[in-house]
């Protein structure tokens, strides 16, 4: 199967010196659900800024569904459609008119552009604001706007930066839904996300970023799968003064009087409840501390920023 | 990108800029209006009709070309360079650069919706200057070719401009202290044979006045400089800012990062 995206040996130097990219290597199949993970200033933004073209590279590789950007930029960009992550559209213009002048800038005829701006407009719950100007809608409701925008063209690949950071829950549920509905229809996703949650709910396939350098680039079971140690909260049914000792299983109260037990991958959490039920503690609901790709995540980045002080020394 | 979509992105950013610069029209459209008319009151009417003939002309005469130019060379400049540093500095570019419109489209829109400002503007200033004078066109050909190519050339210094700027003032630099000098002193309120020979030399090197002077010979038949050396001076300085442009383009200049 074709890859959506190739990059090989991706590389920015910024003016000022600043190394953000020191040679990426990454593929996303086409059909894929994709996150590209990283703290802030790890070159997420720079490596989907260079695929878009905003970003000029210093060196490397980049291919969208075959094509070079440095030999077919048109055939590439015509696959591409971006979500960035700030507002970038003209504040002053009315939302059907934001739309519909992207389709044209895709070599869309206006009529054609109406009728894919309206499709896009409903399905992302706008309609009924398209002669509104885009400086009057809600933090919300631009962001959709960015999304529709990025769709009129019906790209094959659609990059979103950080498409649901200052959304509420709910909207970034709806916002899931239709982002799934649209990848099960077959267009590629990549995604970047401060939301942990966000890329375990959603991606197949994940590649964390640090430092300009790709830490992992693996499916999302398989990172799964190198988490040793989860942790879980358990809200019981009395407040405890102090943590039970329970064997196995190292335990502390939180702030909240809650239990925090840590299991160890493949102990399982019989032997949790049951030690509990010795000790008389009833155990009314149960949630993981943090879920667990951000657990994998923290871990990783700690790790990597420890390595490289540790380059540094 | 195939020639029918280019067709449609060009016609995408031209209506783009048309559009923005009718809905604003109270900034764009009624100040040169307002403006040219007092100059053709004040100076037209009131102080030239003590002034008397210029050129074989009565002042009034005179003066129409010159001030339908600046108003053309005026517009055609502050449109591109206002719409495309507010689309630089609300990163509304992006919306082009992430497309794949070519760099020229992207020039050549562009430059079409600021001289369709340049041109209506001149239009409107024509209409108004009937109110005060009578035109009788010498030379169509040249009226219409000068006024082309002067408000394709400012709509290109415009893009230059807004694509060095990095802020607001910087779009107001070049129009306040080089455009407005140049047009005064480019012929258009007095011929430079009025001016000793030092100064006649000095104007000489100054590009307004060949496109003052060949609109004047288009309207008038009068020329302080050959006409037709004047449209071979804009058509160079077209291949020039035109060259630029395109080289800044693809180097992103103040655009990409």
Same mark, same amino acid.
């Given at each position: 199967?074709?890859?959506?995206?190739?990059?090989?040996?991706?590389?920015?130097?910024?003016?000022?010196?600043?190394?953000?990219?020191?040679?990426?290597?990454?593929?996303?199949?086409?059909?894929?659900?994709?996150?590209?993970?990283?703290?802030?200033?790890?070159?997420? *933004?720079?490596?989907?800024?260079?695929?878009?073209?905003?970003?000029?590279?210093?060196?490397?590789?980049?291919?969208?569904?075959?094509?070079?950007?440095?030999?077919?930029?048109?055939?590439?960009?015509?696959?591409?459609?971006?979500?960035?992550?700030?507002?970038?559209?003209?504040?002053?213009?009315?939302?059907?008119?934001?739309?519909?002048?992207?389709?044209?800038?895709?070599?869309?005829?206006?009529?054609?552009?109406?009728?894919?701006?309206?499709?896009?407009?409903?399905?992302?719950?706008?309609?009924?604001?398209?002669?509104?100007?885009?400086?009057?809608?809600?933090?919300?409701?631009?962001?959709?706007?960015?999304?529709?925008?990025?769709?009129?063209?019906?790209?094959?690949?659609?990059?979103?930066?950080?498409?649901?950071?200052?959304?509420?829950?709910?909207?970034?549920?709806?916002?899931?839904?239709?982002?799934?509905?649209?990848?099960?229809?077959?267009?590629?996703?990549?995604?970047?996300?401060?939301?942990?949650?966000?890329?375990?709910?959603?991606?197949?396939?994940?590649?964390?970023?640090?430092?300009?350098?790709?830490?992992?680039?693996?499916?999302?079971?398989?990172?799964? &799968?190198?988490?040793?140690?989860?942790?879980?909260?358990?809200?019981?049914?009395?407040?405890?003064?102090?943590?039970?000792?329970?064997?196995?299983?190292?335990?502390?109260?939180?702030?909240?009087?809650?239990?925090?037990?840590?299991? &160890?991958?493949?102990?399982?959490?019989?032997?949790?409840?049951?030690?509990?039920?010795?000790?008389?503690?009833?155990?009314? *609901?149960?949630?993981?501390?943090?879920?667990?790709?951000?657990?994998?995540?923290?871990?990783?980045?700690?790790?990597?920023?420890?390595?490289?002080?540790?380059?540094?020394? | 990108?195939?020639?029918?979509?280019?067709?449609?992105?060009?016609?995408?950013?031209?209506?783009?800029?048309?559009?923005?610069?009718?809905?604003?029209?109270?900034?764009?459209?009624?100040?040169?209006?307002?403006?040219?008319?007092?100059?053709?009151?004040?100076?037209?009417?009131?102080?030239?009709?003590?002034?008397?003939?210029?050129?074989?002309?009565?002042?009034?005469?005179?003066?129409?070309?010159?001030?339908?130019?600046?108003?053309?060379?005026?517009?055609?400049?502050?449109?591109?360079?206002?719409?495309?540093?507010?689309?630089?500095?609300?990163?509304?570019?992006?919306? +082009?650069?992430?497309?794949?419109?070519?760099?020229? =489209?992207?020039?050549?829109?562009?430059?079409?919706?600021?001289?369709?400002?340049?041109?209506?503007?001149?239009?409107?200033?024509?209409?108004?200057?009937?109110?005060?004078?009578?035109?009788?066109?010498?030379?169509?050909?040249?009226?219409?070719?000068?006024?082309?190519?002067?408000?394709? +050339?400012?709509?290109?210094?415009?893009?230059?401009?807004?694509?060095?700027?990095?802020?607001?003032?910087?779009?107001?630099?070049?129009?306040?202290?080089?455009?407005?000098?140049?047009?005064? +002193?480019?012929?258009?309120?007095?011929?430079?044979?009025?001016?000793?020979?030092?100064?006649?030399?000095?104007?000489?090197?100054?590009?307004?006045?060949?496109?003052?002077?060949?609109?004047?010979?288009?309207?008038?038949?009068?020329?302080?400089?050959?006409?037709?050396?004047?449209?071979?001076?804009?058509?160079?300085?077209?291949?020039?800012?035109?060259?630029?442009? +395109?080289?800044?383009?693809?180097?992103?200049?103040? =655009?990409?990062?």
């Amino acid at each position: 199967m074709t890859n959506a995206l190739e990059i090989e040996g991706l590389t920015k130097t910024y003016g000022d010196g600043f190394h953000a990219l020191k040679g990426i290597d990454m593929n996303v199949r086409q059909g894929d659900f994709f996150a590209l993970l990283g703290p802030n200033g790890a070159g997420k *933004s720079t490596t989907l800024g260079i695929v878009c073209s905003l970003v000029n590279k210093t060196g490397g590789k980049v291919r969208v569904f075959g094509h070079d950007i440095d030999t077919h930029l048109s055939d590439a960009k015509l696959n591409l459609g971006v979500v960035p992550q700030e507002f970038n559209f003209n504040q002053f213009e009315k939302v059907f008119d934001i739309v519909t002048t992207q389709a044209g800038y895709y070599g869309i005829p206006l009529k054609q552009a109406r009728v894919s701006a309206e499709k896009y407009l409903r399905k992302l719950g706008l309609w009924d604001k398209k002669d509104t100007p885009a400086r009057m809608l809600s933090g919300g409701m631009k962001r959709r706007l960015m999304i529709a925008r990025a769709l009129v063209h019906e790209p094959k690949l659609l990059i979103l930066d950080e498409p649901t950071a200052g959304v509420d829950i709910e909207l970034r549920r709806s916002m899931w839904t239709f982002l799934e509905e649209m990848n099960r229809q077959g267009t590629t996703i990549i995604l970047t996300t401060h939301y942990l949650e966000e890329a375990e709910a959603l991606c197949r396939n994940i590649a964390i970023i640090d430092h300009g350098r790709i830490l992992k680039h693996t499916s999302k079971r398989e990172l799964l &799968q190198q988490l040793h140690v989860e942790t879980f909260v358990l809200d019981t049914e009395t407040t405890l003064e102090s943590a039970p000792e329970l064997e196995g299983f190292p335990c502390r109260l939180s702030d909240e009087g809650a239990l925090e037990v840590e299991v &160890q991958k493949g102990q399982g959490l019989n032997r949790v409840f049951v030690q509990l039920e010795q000790r008389g503690i009833k155990v009314v *609901s149960m949630r993981t501390k943090a879920n667990r790709l951000e657990e994998l995540f923290i871990r990783m980045v700690e790790e990597n920023a420890h390595e490289a002080s540790g380059d540094v020394a | 990108m195939k020639v029918q979509a280019m067709v449609t992105a060009f016609n995408t950013i031209v209506i783009r800029e048309i559009r923005r610069f009718t809905r604003i029209w109270p900034q764009t459209l009624l100040p040169p209006a307002v403006t040219m008319t007092l100059y053709f009151i004040i100076f037209g009417n009131l102080i030239g009709s003590r002034i008397g003939e210029m050129g074989g002309f009565d002042y009034m005469s005179f003066i129409v070309p010159g001030l339908i130019m600046m108003a053309v060379i005026t517009s055609s400049y502050a449109n591109v360079v206002s719409s495309f540093f507010s689309m630089k500095f609300q990163r509304s570019i992006e919306e +082009l650069l992430v497309s794949p419109v070519p760099n020229w =489209i992207i020039l050549a829109g562009y430059v079409c919706g600021g001289m369709a400002r340049g041109l209506g503007i001149g239009l409107i200033v024509t209409l108004l200057s009937l109110g005060f004078t009578r035109l009788e066109i010498h030379n169509l050909p040249m009226v219409v070719l000068t006024v082309f190519l002067t408000s394709a +050339l400012f709509a290109l210094g415009g893009f230059i401009n807004a694509m060095l700027a990095t802020k607001f003032d910087d779009i107001s630099i070049v129009p306040t202290f080089v455009l407005t000098p140049l047009t005064y +002193l480019g012929g258009v309120f007095y011929s430079i044979s009025m001016l000793p020979d030092f100064w006649q030399g000095v104007s000489m090197i100054n590009p307004i006045l060949y496109m003052v002077n060949a609109f004047r010979f288009g309207i008038l038949g009068v020329s302080d400089v050959n006409p037709f050396v004047a449209l071979g001076m804009i058509l160079v300085f077209i291949a020039l800012l035109t060259a630029i442009s +395109l080289r800044m383009l693809k180097r992103g200049k103040g =655009i990409r990062h």
